[in-house]
C-alpha cells in the first residue's frame, strides 16, 4: 500500500479544514494580499544584494540566481540550511544550470530575518 499511496495523502481532518478554508473568503483575499506584500518585500530587497540574480515574479516564490556568490546552488542551499533557512536548488530543473534556487515568500518577519541572514552570507 505504501508503494502506490500518494506521498502527500489527505486525511479527512485535512479534507475539513481545507473546505472550510475555501469558504472563508476574507481569509483567501488576506493570505494573497500577504503573499503579494511577501514577495514584492523579497524582490525589493534582495535586488539590492549585488551577488544575487533576482527575477520578479507573480508567483509565490523568487527565481534567484547566485553564480556571483562564488557558490553554486547546492552550495549556496546547504550553506543557508545551517543557518535555518530552506531554499529549493533548482539545479535539477530543465533549462537552469547549478546557479539557480527558488525562494519562497513568508511572512514579513520571517522574510526580513532572512534578508538578515543572506547579507552575513554574502557579505
Same mark, same amino acid.
Given at each position: 500500500?505504501?508503494?502506490?499511496?500518494?506521498?502527500?495523502?489527505?486525511?479527512?481532518?485535512?479534507?475539513?479544514?481545507?473546505?472550510?478554508? &475555501?469558504?472563508?473568503?476574507?481569509?483567501?483575499?488576506?493570505?494573497?494580499?500577504?503573499?503579494?506584500?511577501?514577495?514584492?518585500?523579497?524582490?525589493?530587497?534582495?535586488?539590492? &544584494?549585488?551577488? &544575487?540574480?533576482?527575477?520578479?515574479?507573480?508567483?509565490?516564490?523568487?527565481?534567484?540566481?547566485? +553564480?556571483?556568490?562564488?557558490?553554486?546552488?547546492?552550495?549556496?542551499?546547504?550553506?543557508?540550511? +545551517?543557518?535555518?533557512?530552506?531554499?529549493?536548488?533548482?539545479?535539477?530543473? +530543465?533549462?537552469?544550470?547549478?546557479?539557480?534556487?527558488?525562494?519562497?515568500?513568508?511572512?514579513?518577519?520571517?522574510?526580513?530575518?532572512?534578508?538578515?541572514?543572506?547579507?552575513?552570507?554574502?557579505?
Amino acid at each position: 500500500m505504501h508503494r502506490v499511496k500518494p506521498v502527500f495523502s489527505l486525511t479527512k481532518l485535512s479534507h475539513v479544514a481545507a473546505s472550510a478554508t &475555501l469558504d472563508d473568503k476574507e481569509y483567501i483575499k488576506r493570505s494573497i494580499e500577504i503573499g503579494i506584500q511577501s514577495r514584492e518585500f523579497l524582490y525589493e530587497n534582495m535586488s539590492k &544584494l549585488d551577488k &544575487l540574480t533576482v527575477y520578479p515574479s507573480k508567483a509565490n516564490y523568487l527565481l534567484v540566481g547566485v +553564480k556571483k556568490t562564488g557558490m553554486n546552488s547546492k552550495e549556496f542551499a546547504e550553506e543557508l540550511l +545551517k543557518r535555518g533557512v530552506i531554499v529549493r536548488d533548482c539545479s535539477s530543473f +530543465k533549462g537552469l544550470d547549478e546557479y539557480w534556487v527558488r525562494v519562497s515568500v513568508g511572512t514579513i518577519e520571517e522574510d526580513a530575518r532572512f534578508i538578515e541572514i543572506l547579507r552575513d552570507l554574502i557579505g
